[in-house]
């Protein structure tokens, strides 16, 4: 199957800094993502997605990059709040399915 | 909020029971995929609906099996319990079923089997 994997379990970050949470695929042929929060209790919230012919997608406080060659994906949360606070999970997207790593933990320190 | 809403939002049931879990797709979504989410972990894909029709199925055995109504929603039906079956439950709706369809999670259903 597939797998989709991060490359740190956990992050810390200080209130008002930028965030990276890292992502490695597997598969080249896939062709959409989606990074999703969780918080503790709920649901996968969508944060943002991107498609495989770009390699940068913005949203509000939040950007997507998108390195085919080496098949990673990153996102970027700019000043980060302590509502961020949450499990990150990167979703890669294979016919009907979407197959998730293990998630990244960030926390944020007032 | 997705718009997609799940009951019950917790459930304890003994080994060997049966449980159906349901799930409300967002309005205009005729699509309805089921995850399975273990303590710790990613999301599973146990299978997707698609008007009516099991459309794509991950690696769970046949004692998991789902049913999707004219309305779009849609049970998840679990036999035979096991112990392992316990984790979050999670419905996602889509738009459609293509590639490169966003999916919207609700907050899921918290399965204990005991």
């Known amino acids: 199957g597939e797998s989709v994997g991060l490359h740190l379990p956990t992050l810390s970050v200080q209130e008002g800094d930028n965030s990276i949470i890292n992502c490695a695929y597997s598969n080249s042929a896939s062709d959409y993502f989606i990074w999703y929060k969780q918080e503790s209790g709920k649901g996968p919230q969508f944060i943002i997605d991107?498609?495989?012919?770009?390699d940068k997608r913005q949203g509000q406080r939040v950007t997507v990059l998108l390195n085919k060659t080496v098949k990673h994906l990153s996102l970027q949360i700019a000043a980060t709040q302590p509502g961020d606070s949450a499990v990150y999970f990167c979703a890669e997207n294979m016919n009907v399915q979407f197959y998730f790593g293990t998630g990244t933990s960030l926390t944020v320190i007032p | 909020e997705t718009g997609v809403t799940q009951s019950p939002t917790h459930l304890i049931k003994t080994r060997g029971q049966q449980v159906t879990l349901r799930c409300s797709s967002q309005?205009?979504?005729?699509?309805v995929s089921w995850y399975q989410q273990a303590l710790g972990q990613g999301p599973q894909f146990i299978f997707q609906y698609y008007r009516e029709e099991e459309n794509g199925r991950g690696n769970f055995p046949p004692r998991f099996s789902g049913l999707q109504f004219p309305n779009y929603s849609s049970e998840l039906n679990v036999n035979a319990l096991e112990l392992d079956d316990s984790a979050l439950y999670l419905c996602?709706?889509?738009?459609?079923?293509?590639?490169?369809?966003?999916?919207?999670f609700g907050q899921g259903t918290r399965l204990t089997v005991v």
């Open positions: 996602a709706s889509s738009p459609g079923t293509g590639v490169s369809t966003e999916a919207f």
């Open positions: 309005s205009g979504h005729n699509t």
């Open positions: 991107i498609r495989s012919n770009m």
